[in-house]
């Protein structure tokens, strides 16, 4: 079984080949790269053979097995990687007169702020240009806010870089939390930048160029202020828009998939292997999320969400593991080298 992924051993070669997958992490290391309009930037040839930027990117050679081992202190190569458990969620009780949606991660988030577990969560929100831009929420108000899709990649992990103090947490795609473990594993020599406490993965199976994808939004969905953009799961291949006034709008999912990222067809991982707990929808009842706790960090946060009614969850249906599998495997197959 090969458990390496990436074929790049230098980042400058991810951005040369178009692969790169946006994530942020070689960006706000060093002055002679910087983020452009979807990926960085070199501003100045740098001549050393090897730097962070190389390691920690997430479109370069990896070792799973080794990874793994420092990261969760085990080696697991089942569909779904490393689990706890998982379970059919979504936001609780205290939630109800807020939104009606599933919203785990929100939930989560704001539970992470209000037990003190983390003073501000690193995510992403939509900005005028209707582009995703990374930042830190520091309140349930601005974590409410962010909680809003629109299935473009930000480089989130540039603030990652920026970071020195301890005490956030951080919520990313599937790259970005390898990226993350692959910190995790720098020597001394290269700076390790301060970690999350709680990293929490969206499953994805692609994410979209911003730049083009802003241009395609503000076409197609007119002058309205944009809230959500939603995909169904099921055969029905459709993308709904839902706007602040309450109205909302469908399009053929085909039409955006121009613009999906070239790293994405050679990502292995649907649900974000190395984080504490996974969220993504639930094939078989889109009234809840799916929620996979990989580490005991994760399971504590979650029981504890849970027994002050931030979180409801309940037993994960045999139907719906089995197609999560389905599709993670396939994920795999189709992209491993
Ligand atoms: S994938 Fe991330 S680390 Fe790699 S080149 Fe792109 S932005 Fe940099
Ligand atoms: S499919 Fe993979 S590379 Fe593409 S945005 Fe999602 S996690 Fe990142």
């Known amino acids: 079984m090969n458990t390496t992924t990436g074929k790049y051993l ?74 706890i458990g998982i379970y059919k969620s979504r936001a609780g009780k205290r ?120 241009n395609y939004l503000k076409k197609n969905t007119g002058k309205k202020e944009l809230n959500n953009c939603l995909i169904p799961p099921g055969k029905e291949k459709k993308i709904i828009f839902k706007f602040s006034d309450k109205s909302s709008q469908e399009n053929k999912l085909d039409e955006i998939k121009q613009f999906i990222r070239k790293s994405c067809s050679s990502c292995t991982d649907l649900t974000g292997e190395y984080s504490d707990i996974s969220v993504g929808d639930c094939e078989t009842d889109s009234a809840f999320n799916t929620l996979i706790i990989r580490t005991q960090k994760g399971l504590e946060i979650v029981n504890r969400a849970v027994q002050d009614r931030y979180l409801e969850i309940s037993p994960y249906p045999e139907e719906a593991l089995l197609m999560l599998e389905t599709a993670s495997l396939n994920k795999k197959k189709k992209n491993f080298s």
């Not at 692969?19 to 060093?30: F, L, V």
């Not at 190389?54 to 202190?73: E, F, G, R, S």
């Not at 909680?147 to 990313?172: D, Q, R, W």
């Not at 990226?179 to 970690?195: C, G, Q, Y």
């Open 10 to 83: 230098s980042s400058k070669d991810v951005i040369m080949n178009h692969d790169c997958s946006g994530c942020g992490a070689c960006t706000n290391i060093c002055p002679y790269r910087k983020f452009g309009k979807n990926s960085p930037v070199d501003i100045f040839q740098c001549t050393e053979p090897i730097g962070r930027c190389d390691l920690v990117c997430p479109m370069t050679k990896t070792d799973h097995q080794d990874l793994q081992k420092k990261n969760l202190n085990t080696m697991d190569f089942s569909p779904l990687g490393s689990i």
């Open 95 to 214: 939630f109800k007169s807020l939104f009606t949606q599933k919203k785990t991660v929100t939930a989560l988030n704001c539970f992470i702020l209000k037990s003190q577990t983390s003073q501000k969560i690193l995510t992403t929100r939509i900005d005028k240009n209707l582009k995703p831009k990374p930042f830190f929420a520091e309140n349930e108000d601005q974590v409410i806010n962010s909680g809003k899709t629109i299935h473009s990649t930000a480089p989130v992990l540039s603030m990652v870089n920026l970071s020195k103090e301890k005490g956030y947490s951080l919520t990313g795609l599937p790259c970005q939390i390898l990226s993350i473990a692959k910190m995790n594993t720098l020597d001394e020599k290269f700076l390790r930048p301060v970690l999350p406490e709680i990293k929490i993965s969206l499953f994805c199976t692609w994410g979209l160029y911003p730049d083009e994808y802003s």
